[in-house]
């Protein structure tokens, strides 16, 4: 009897024992492949669908700024009696396709190519945020699709940035750099979750210098704007004045309504302005959160969160 039950419990133990082997294999499978759960595509989702909201906002934004300084443009020149229409004809240094003077082009053109710029900028930054949207939902991205995905996005930032800084001798950054890339390439490949973190992170750089050029913009913008206010306001006042003199009433109630209009068109543009550089200041970090998407599933993603929400204030200050 007693040597059964000294039996029964060495079994006990063996079968214990085997079940512990079995479980930390198990786990240590787990670990290797970084793959024991679908990816939750639902934080790529919220990234991308901001990412290009924000874009848009940015571009109506810069419309609108080059719409404003060409009504000025025009006015100021049709009012000065001494200039020429000569004077618009665009000065060049060679063939006129190609070699157009930057310091000879108004305000508003600059704006418009700047403009240009920043819409190949989103489109490559959407394409960005669309390609890892893809490739947390891997049913959709075949290894050759993203090697032309990647291709397309950083070829369209080279053009940017040969747009905004026509005198760039350094490397440009990259939306996606070769490193983030060959890691993309190799989770696509394994399917371990890992690879795309390694690869989100690795990217957080190319983003961070990204957000800061189109912050830079944001910032000149604001202050084109200011500068604009100002004359206005100037050329208001001299119409005052003019309009007090003669005894006009109506002149003084329409440049009272006038001054009114905007300020409200002033104040209104720079709260937008504000917005979108707090959207895109939170845009890295909100990158970077996607990694901690891949690898804590249910994690509160905070950066995420305020570049959302940054998102809906610029939605709202446009209603």
Request: net charge neutral.
């Amino acid at each position: 009897m007693r040597r059964n039950i000294i039996g029964f419990l060495l079994a006990v133990v063996i079968v214990g024992r085997r079940f512990q082997v079995a479980s930390a294999v198990i786990m240590l499978v787990i670990l290797l492949t970084g793959c024991a759960t679908t990816i939750e595509t639902a934080p790529f989702q919220l990234f991308s669908q901001t990412v290009e909201y924000t874009g848009k906002t940015m571009d109506k934004v810069i419309h609108t700024t080059g719409d404003l300084f060409k009504d000025e443009f025009i006015r100021d020149f049709a009012a000065n009696s001494d200039t020429q229409l000569s004077e618009l004809k665009l000065k060049t240094t060679g063939d006129l396709s190609r070699e157009i003077r930057q310091d000879s082009l108004p305000l508003f053109m600059q704006i418009g190519q700047s403009r240009v710029a920043l819409i190949l900028l989103n489109e490559a930054l959407n394409s960005y945020a669309e390609l890892l949207l893809q490739l947390a939902n891997d049913k959709l991205l075949t290894p050759k699709m993203f090697s032309q995905l990647e291709k397309s996005l950083n070829r369209s930032v080279t053009t940017v940035f040969k747009t905004l800084i026509p005198e760039q001798k350094t490397v440009v950054p990259e939306i996606l750099s070769q490193t983030a890339g060959d890691l993309m390439r190799h989770y696509l490949e394994s399917k371990r979750r890992s690879y795309l973190v390694e690869a989100i992170r690795e990217n957080h750089h190319n983003i961070e210098a990204y957000s800061m050029l189109v912050r830079e913009i944001v910032l000149k913008c604001r202050n084109d704007i200011k500068r604009y206010y100002t004359n206005e306001t100037a050329r208001m006042s001299e119409q005052w004045v003019v309009a007090t003199k003669a005894d006009k009433q109506k002149d003084r109630e329409k440049l009272a309504r006038a001054m009114v209009a905007l300020n409200t068109q002033f104040i209104n543009t720079l709260d937008l302005l504000e917005a979108l550089d707090n959207a895109y200041a939170a845009l890295p970090m909100a990158n970077a959160d996607l990694a901690i998407a891949v690898e804590l599933p249910g994690t509160t993603l905070a950066n995420l969160e305020r570049f959302q929400q940054a998102s809906r204030l610029i939605k709202a200050l446009q209603q």
